[in-house]
């Protein structure tokens, strides 16, 4: 099945500008916003299911390379581009790679350790890089860092957000069903059984961490600019496991469930804002509710490894 | 030198909170190789239920040695209690599942714990009721001795030991040892594994609601988030110790507590978080299987 059939491809941009016309002439702001933060969360679940799903190697840091994205591109735009709106994607760029760079020192240690293990050793990544930004004053410590350029309107930040959706979209999804995504496949069956069979599995699962930790680092920085405003706090722990939630929900392995997902996890809390919770995020506890359910009753999530087109 | 030596009593105090907490994330997973992440809200339960005990006897306002017994008796029943819940519950169901999902499991409940703590206690913090009068024992050159860090290490002492008994010589400790070293072998030589399994989890929850008492006593400010700081260096000191062995957990609780004391004390304490991952890196690439633990083959 090809996801580039044309016809698709058309009917995926029609819908997507259909979808856009009316959140700009018929939503409020307050909708609007949660349609860039859907996109924004699916590209994190995205990345997170690459390396999760597809390769099988857990991650729990993902919250560290979204900071670093997301400072990073905070910094460019601030420093050198004298806050113009239309570097965000080249800023947004170089915070993807810085966090390539993170993902690449992470990923050194993966060959050598698995499962809880290597969700440790992400997971303390994370929390150093949010001890670290909490240390740095340049960027206001535990302040946090404000006033970040931000799109213009909703119909550029729309657009640019669902460019990045797609491409990211497009980029593991093809990575998924190419030789590469196949050796992943056979990593996360049985690793010594891959190895056996001349699947260098190291290098395969750096290079794995490579595109997961790029694009998280890209999701990242457009949630900067998306809210004009980050702090350590945002990136703490929860955060990282907001998106494994949305991955899990999905279908570890399964790209267009974790968009589904993201989806569903975004209005799901909106929804139930009306329930009485004295000032806590609702989400902190429907969400574990439905993980601990979910692991339960269908572990393999709502698409298993399916696609649904 | 002073300072030093006021460092190294508070850095064993904490080491020993650290050690009882560490061992119930060992303990756990030993048997079943698992990270139990809810082990820190386990603490954090046990404080509560201590607090709403002695509230609700209202000993608060007489301390004495007895109602240090009774909150440090009512803080492991109800410990024990949550964790024997827990793994009932959420980990039973999941015990052919594959490793991920328990995981991600155990994360579902710790979050669980804290938010719903936040709703069901409130998110500002409680005064934890007075069990007993601190007093400085003895001054000597300026290092004050305070007879709640004396407590803190005899009771430490005394759980230890009878841990070391408990497992050691009594036939429940050793079907323990057996469920651990093969728990595929343990079930045809009569052992009860679930039975096994739930009574590990309860006596490692029992050992967290002695800590949870200890710290309160110290810093008498409890909330539902009081378990995630204590909680990480705890599990920390579990790897750093080797994971799986009790000894090393003990030692391991130790050496972070004293270290993290150092630092503190010694400037630096904003990076007293990013301190015990940096070390649990470290130790999980140059030694993955921690200062004592031992090396699993792995069989095809």
Known sequence: ?309 | MQEFLQHTLNGLSFGSVYALIALGYTMVYGILAMINFAHSDIYMMGAFGTFYFINFLKLGESPSPITFAIGLLAAMLFSGLVGFLVEKLAYKPLRNSPKMNVLITAIGVSILFEFGGQIVFGVNPKSFPQLMVDAEIFNFMDISVRLLDIIIYLVTIISLVSLSFLIGKTQTGRAMQAVSSRPDMAPLMGININKIISFTFVVGSVLAGVAAVLVAMKYPKIDPMMGVKIGTSAFVAAVFGGIGSLPGAVLGGYILGLGEYYLIGYGASTYKEALSFMLLILILLVKPTGLMGTKAKEKI
Request: hydrophobic share 55%; proline share 3%.
């Open chain 1, 1 to 309: 099945m090809n996801f580039m059939a044309k016809n698709k491809l058309v009917l995926f941009v029609i819908s997507f500008i259909v979808i856009g016309v009316i959140c700009q002439f018929a939503l409020n702001s307050y909708i609007q916003a949660l349609v860039i933060s859907f996109m924004i969360n699916a590209i994190m679940a995205l990345s997170l299911n690459f390396i999760t799903g597809v390769a099988n190697q857990f991650s729990l840091g993902h919250a560290g390379f979204m900071a670093l994205g997301a400072y990073t591109s905070a910094v460019l735009t601030k420093m050198f581009l004298a806050d113009q709106w239309y570097f965000i994607p080249v800023t947004a760029l170089a915070g993807a790679i810085v966090a390539t760079a993170a993902g690449y020192l992470v990923a050194l240690p993966s060959f050598k350790l698995r499962g809880d293990y290597l969700a440790i050793v992400t997971m303390g990544f994370a929390e150093i890089v949010r001890v670290l930004f909490l240390n740095w004053d340049y960027v206001g410590g535990p302040r946090g860092f404000n006033a970040i350029v931000k799109w213009p309107d909703f119909s550029i930040s729309y657009a640019m957000t669902g460019f990045f959706l797609f491409i990211t979209f497009l980029v593991l999804y093809h990575l998924k069903i190419s030789w590469f995504g196949r050796n992943l496949w056979a990593l996360n069956e049985d690793e010594i059984a891959a190895e056996v069979m001349g699947t260098p599995i190291a290098k395969n699962k750096r290079y794995a961490f490579l595109f997961s930790s790029f694009f998280a680092g890209l999701g990242g920085a457009l949630f900067g600019h998306q809210l004009g405003y980050i702090s350590p706090a945002s990136f703490g722990f929860l955060m990282s496991v907001q998106i494994l939630i949305f991955a899990v929900l999905g279908g570890l392995g399964s790209m267009s469930g974790s968009v589904l997902a993201a989806g569903i996890l975004t209005a799901l809390p909106e929804v139930l804002r009306s329930l009485p919770t004295g000032g806590i995020d609702i989400r902190m506890i429907v969400f574990p509710i439905l993980l601990i359910l979910l692991m339960i009753l269908r572990p393999q999530g709502l698409l298993g490894r399916k696609e649904l087109f």
